[in-house]
């Protein structure tokens, strides 16, 4: 990669143009700057983008937006061996002493009892990503084909009057990790995405609205086809739409809904959470049963359908495929190099970089553990005996979940399926404990669907308690 | 207006928004007039934040942060296009007005400043408060006080399995240039407060917090009454330990005053923000001067409440932020507009223009939301239940593209008979603007205000919410 000299912000590490990171100049100037304040020991993340994104209202440019962003994130060691970190997005010469002068000063109040270190993979082969970069299109081209997908979801039913939530957007990225031991991680990558969100509203009925995604790794390559297709499958879907009497029912969670559910609750299988007693799992909980002895969950960042996935985390470890859940029994906890130290094990990829380092999932694979029978089999909603409540899509996750309590509480979308007919719910909510969710799956039906989370078939959970507004 | 005819700006202090940046702002503003932009907007920004946090006796996480950018905005017609950048150089902000002019359609010139005449004498809103950043908590005094407030909640708690304290600090400067004669600079300092416990008893657990937030008050943290906090948050912990799940359906609730007022916020505030009439998402639209909610409830917005957290001396485009009346006596008396809203659809900018940086456009947002006092004790409302849920302290919620809110409660009591009996968990409170708003049919004279954060089109922004303790005759109640 090249760089391109200074503005009037003298030695910047991105050229202005292109936006590009040059790992080489960067690594230069921080040893030579950490050189100067004697510091010897010291790692650094950083990234940076370039965004083109559209929103169109009724046939009209709504917004156009553009962005160039850049960031690092700097750590340092003292000499009693505590870390001090600071962020900018500031890369001038300046700002970088700034952001090393003030991480050195952070590492007086570091944390004796829990300081990270270098990951010992940060130098460890990284995984070969299938990953085509593309270059971005005109911005005036993503209208045009933003302003045709409204008009096209626009014109699949005359009750959709508006497609109110809408947006085409594409990246470029870099991202680097650098370490004063040498390790020097670089990632360049190219995405798209697509959201169309429609409304539907008929004479004397409340308004009804349903959306879709796509992800792709440019714009040209978005199934923009499918995205109009289902958000008006599912806006549609919900116009005939009936309340549900307050109850106890036999629930199909969609691929999406499920993911959602288990990512808010991922501090189940968080090393991190587990360390801080915030987890409802505790290190006796590594080969004890979480879930019914068919049900498994792995989290795999590699996966060819996460559009966008890190060939590395913030400390540089390589990504890969980990098993948290097996036969319903868990497995093993997302890690750090800090949490992995604690529990003598590997750091798992699943990093961020911090004073101290938050660790998170990247993205879910849900389904049959092989061998186990997989449940209840033949399962299908629309020939089940009874009352089904099909939960399309959950929402308010962040303010119905108790992750720490393990309880939640959640409005969706979905419908009330008897007789092998769907009818849309009109409000409700969904209740229960994970715990007794995750010992309450009867099964699975159908494929397993590939979404912007994760993997997942359609799955059954029977007993859980709707609040409707019947 | 004070014209100038600088073609080649001085370089401006790169340390400090002053007057040494017209020269370019003006080249800016007068390039993108002359590319044919009705109007052009630059917004720059720096910022210092800190971070602190501590769990039990440690300090585990100080993670200071630091930035500069720039958004700029062009307006043609009723279309804009906005272009973000870290780049604050000459050539790096040409660049930025060159791509959003290109979103319109319109060239960059070499030269020429057609219709834009200079920006006037600043109007600094930041005057007097150079001292703010220096004058707030350095590190050792803020991590003191952060493992007394931890400290406190061991001493005051019991089953205590996690005690949180965190601290933030938010430091900006912005000055903002339009070619409408905009031209202001303003300093704004935002701290928040916030302790967390989660206590487990064998199978029983709770989890509780409590923020405490301001703008412009560099002593909030020495001042800060950690005692009285910790025992807020220890009592609410304490009482929800044991406490049964709720029983789903309809009831009347009692909401109490401060972050109680999430519920206008949510079920109605976003939806009297012109982003929602722009988008055909709100039911109120077409009510101005109809009654929209019961005749108790008065719902005011404002941006000039002292300390309050969203209060504000100028919005993020450069208007003084008014006392703006939403409801009077349940009928809908305007909405909150920016610079777009008034646009687009017409209704008078409201000093409500926010944003959570320079890389958002702004769009029209709450500042200080909250409906008035009435008349009432908080008593007389609980009085007047025969058997309801009475809601203590609320989580967050939100709202969605059809006007339906939900909400979390995060402490609550059943109320029998007109008086509080046990303590009950995991209810949501869900329902439709238009059908809740007329339902508040009784409102107290106890209000206060709570801080909170509110995430929308423009990004996460410092708000207010409040109310006085108030009376949902009828709601639908999540649970098991």
């Known amino acids: 990669m090249g760089t391109t000299p200074a503005t009037d912000h003298s030695n910047t590490m991105t050229s202005?143009?292109?936006?590009?990171?040059?790992?080489?100049?960067?690594?230069?100037?921080?040893?030579?700057l950490a050189q100067q304040h004697g510091i010897s020991r010291w790692d650094l993340g950083a990234s940076c983008s370039t965004d083109t994104s559209v929103q169109v209202d009724r046939g009209e440019a709504k917004q156009m937006k553009g962005a160039q962003r850049s960031a690092i994130t700097v750590r340092v060691w003292n000499g009693d061996g505590l870390v001090g970190i600071t962020?900018?997005?500031?890369?001038?010469?300046?700002g970088l002493e700034k952001a090393l002068t003030g991480a050195r000063d952070a590492s007086a109040f570091g944390n004796p009892d829990d300081t990270p270190a270098f990951s010992p993979l940060a130098t460890a082969p990284l995984p070969q990503l299938e990953q085509p970069r593309h270059a971005p299109q005109p911005i005036l081209e993503l209208l045009s084909t933003l302003k045709q997908a409204e008009a096209?979801?626009?014109?699949?039913?005359?009750?959709?009057?508006?497609?109110?939530?809408?947006?085409?957007?594409?990246r470029s990225s870099e991202r680097l990790y650098l370490n004063s031991a040498g390790a020097c991680r670089h990632q360049a990558l190219s995405t798209a995405s697509l959201y169309l969100y429609a409304r539907?509203?008929?004479?004397?009925?409340?308004?009804?609205?349903?959306?879709?995604?796509?992800?792709?790794?440019?714009?040209?390559?978005?199934?923009?086809?499918?995205?109009?297709?289902?958000?008006?499958?599912?806006?549609?879907?919900?116009?005939?739409y009936a309340p549900i009497d307050t109850g106890h029912y036999t629930c199909v969670f969609s691929p999406e809904a499920f993911?959602?559910?288990?990512?808010?609750?991922?501090?189940?299988?968080?090393?991190?959470?587990?360390?801080?007693?915030?987890?409802?799992?505790?290190?006796?909980?590594?080969?004890?049963?979480?879930?019914?002895?068919?049900?498994?969950?792995?989290?795999?960042?590699?996966?060819?359908?996460?559009?966008?996935?890190?060939?590395?985390?913030?400390?540089?470890?390589?990504?890969?495929?980990?098993?948290?859940?097996?036969?319903?029994?868990?497995?093993?906890f997302l890690h750090s190099e800090a949490t992995a130290r604690a529990f003598g094990v590997a750091p798992t990829g699943h990093a961020g970089l911090g004073a101290k380092v938050s660790v998170g999932a990247d993205w879910l694979e849900v389904g049959p553990t092989p061998g186990s029978g997989g449940g209840q089999q033949g399962l299908d909603r629309f020939h089940a005996d009874g009352p089904i409540v099909w939960i399309d899509s959950?929402?308010?996750?962040?303010?119905?979940?108790?992750?720490?309590?393990?309880?939640?509480?959640?409005?969706?979308?979905?419908?009330?399926?008897?007789?092998?007919?769907?009818?849309?719910?009109?409000?409700?909510?969904?209740?229960?404990?994970?715990?007794?969710?995750?010992?309450?799956?009867?099964?699975?039906?159908?494929?397993?669907?590939?979404?912007?989370?994760?993997?997942?078939?359609h799955v059954w959970v029977e007993g859980l308690s709707i609040t409707g507004e019947a | 207006m004070v014209a100038t005819s600088q073609l080649q700006p001085s370089p401006p202090c790169l340390d400090v928004f002053d007057p040494s940046w017209q020269g370019r702002l003006e080249?800016?503003?007068?390039?993108?007039?002359?590319?044919?932009?009705?109007?052009?907007?630059?917004?720059?920004?720096?910022?210092?934040?800190?971070?602190?946090?501590?769990?039990?006796?440690?300090?585990?996480?100080?993670?200071?942060?630091?930035?500069?950018?720039?958004?700029?905005?062009?307006?043609?017609?009723?279309?804009?296009?906005?272009?973000?950048?870290?780049?604050?150089?000459?050539?790096?902000?040409?660049?930025?007005?060159?791509?959003?002019?290109?979103m319109l359609g319109l060239e960059l010139?070499?030269?020429?400043?057609?219709?834009?005449?200079?920006?006037?004498?600043?109007?600094?809103?930041?005057?007097?408060?150079?001292?703010?950043?220096?004058?707030?908590?350095?590190?050792?005094?803020?991590?003191?006080?952060?493992?007394?407030?931890?400290?406190?909640?061991?001493?005051?708690?019991?089953?205590?399995?996690?005690?949180?304290?965190?601290?933030?600090?938010?430091?900006?400067?912005?000055?903002?240039?339009?070619?409408?004669?905009?031209?202001?600079?303003?300093?704004?300092?935002?701290?928040?407060?916030?302790?967390?416990?989660?206590?487990?008893?064998?199978?029983?657990?709770?989890?509780?917090?409590?923020?405490?937030?301001?703008?412009?008050?560099?002593?909030?943290?020495?001042?800060?009454?950690?005692?009285?906090?910790?025992?807020?948050?220890?009592?609410?912990a304490g009482a929800m330990l044991y406490a049964d799940y709720v029983e789903a359906g309809q009831m009347p609730a009692v909401l109490a005053n401060r972050f109680g007022g999430v519920i206008f916020h949510e079920a109605c505030g976003h939806l009297l923000e012109t982003t929602q009439v722009e988008r055909g998402t709100t039911p109120f639209a077409e009510k101005v001067g109809e009654p929209i909610a019961h005749e108790a409830v008065t719902a005011i917005d404002e941006g000039l409440s002292d300390g309050a957290f969203g209060s504000l001396s100028m919005d993020d485009e450069g208007m003084e932020p008014q006392r703006t009346v939403l409801i009077e006596n349940g009928i809908l008396k305007r909405f909150l507009s920016d610079r777009a809203g008034e646009l687009r659809t017409g209704h008078a900018r409201t000093g409500s223009g926010r944003r959570q940086s320079h890389a958002f456009a702004a769009a029209s947002r709450m500042r200080n939301t909250y409906i008035g006092a009435g008349q009432h004790t908080p008593e007389q409302l609980i009085a007047s239940v025969d058997k309801g849920l009475y809601c203590k302290s609320m989580g967050g919620g939100s709202v969605g593209p059809t006007g339906q809110f939900n909400f979390a409660v995060e402490e609550g009591y059943l109320i029998e008979n007109g008086k509080l009996t046990k303590p009950v968990k995991g209810a949501t409170l869900i329902g439709e603007a238009k059908e809740v708003m007329p339902r508040i049919s009784m409102c107290a004279n106890d209000l206060d205000l709570a801080a909170g954060f509110c995430g929308s089109v423009s990004g996460s922004v410092f708000v207010t919410v409040g109310q006085p303790h108030i009376k949902v005759d009828s709601i639908t109640v999540g649970g098991r």
């Open chain 1, 16 to 32: 202005g143009a292109a936006g590009t990171l040059n790992a080489g100049e960067l690594r230069d100037q921080l040893a030579q």
């Open chain 1, 87 to 94: 962020s900018t997005s500031d890369l001038s010469a300046s």
């Open chain 1, 152 to 170: 096209d979801l626009l014109g699949r039913h005359p009750a959709i009057s508006t497609v109110p939530y809408n947006g085409l957007a594409q």
């Open chain 1, 200 to 240: 539907a509203e008929e004479t004397g009925r409340k308004p009804r609205s349903a959306g879709a995604v796509r992800l792709a790794y440019g714009a040209g390559e978005l199934d923009v086809s499918g995205c109009i297709a289902e958000a008006a499958e599912r806006t549609i879907s919900h116009l005939a």
């Open chain 1, 259 to 332: 993911l959602d559910l288990i990512g808010a609750f991922a501090s189940l299988f968080n090393a991190r959470a587990v360390l801080d007693g915030v987890s409802l799992s505790s290190r006796e909980s590594l080969g004890k049963p979480l879930a019914v002895p068919f049900l498994s969950i792995h989290d795999n960042g590699l996966h060819p359908g996460n559009i966008g996935a890190s060939a590395f985390d913030g400390e540089g470890t390589p990504t890969q495929r980990l098993a948290l859940l097996e036969g319903g029994l868990l497995r093993n």
């Open chain 1, 394 to 457: 959950l929402s308010a996750l962040h303010a119905g979940v108790k992750a720490s309590q393990g309880s939640f509480s959640l409005p969706f979308d979905g419908w009330l399926i008897q007789g092998g007919e769907p009818r849309s719910i009109e409000a409700a909510t969904v209740a229960g404990d994970i715990r007794q969710l995750l010992k309450a799956i009867v099964g699975f039906e159908g494929e397993a669907k590939v979404t912007p989370d994760g993997l997942c078939p």
């Open chain 2, 27 to 102: 080249e800016l503003l007068g390039q993108g007039r002359a590319a044919g932009a009705d109007l052009v907007e630059v917004f720059l920004e720096r910022t210092d934040h800190l971070g602190v946090l501590a769990e039990q006796e440690a300090i585990t996480s100080v993670s200071p942060a630091f930035g500069m950018g720039a958004g700029i905005r062009v307006f043609r017609g009723e279309r804009d296009g906005f272009v973000s950048t870290n780049d604050l150089s000459a050539k790096g902000l040409r660049q930025a007005l060159e791509q959003a002019l290109g």
């Open chain 2, 109 to 236: 010139l070499t030269n020429g400043r057609n219709g834009f005449e200079g920006l006037p004498e600043l109007r600094d809103h930041g005057a007097g408060k150079s001292d703010w950043l220096s004058g707030s908590p350095q590190l050792a005094e803020a991590t003191a006080r952060l493992l007394e407030g931890t400290a406190l909640l061991e001493r005051h708690g019991k089953h205590l399995q996690a005690r949180r304290g965190s601290y933030a600090r938010d430091w900006q400067e912005v000055l903002v240039a339009a070619s409408d004669g905009t031209f202001a600079r303003d300093v704004r300092l935002h701290q928040s407060l916030g302790l967390n416990v989660l206590a487990a008893d064998g199978e029983h657990r709770s989890s509780i917090g409590r923020r405490y937030g301001s703008h412009g008050r560099p002593d909030q943290l020495r001042s800060w009454d950690a005692e009285a906090s910790a025992l807020e948050v220890c009592e609410s």
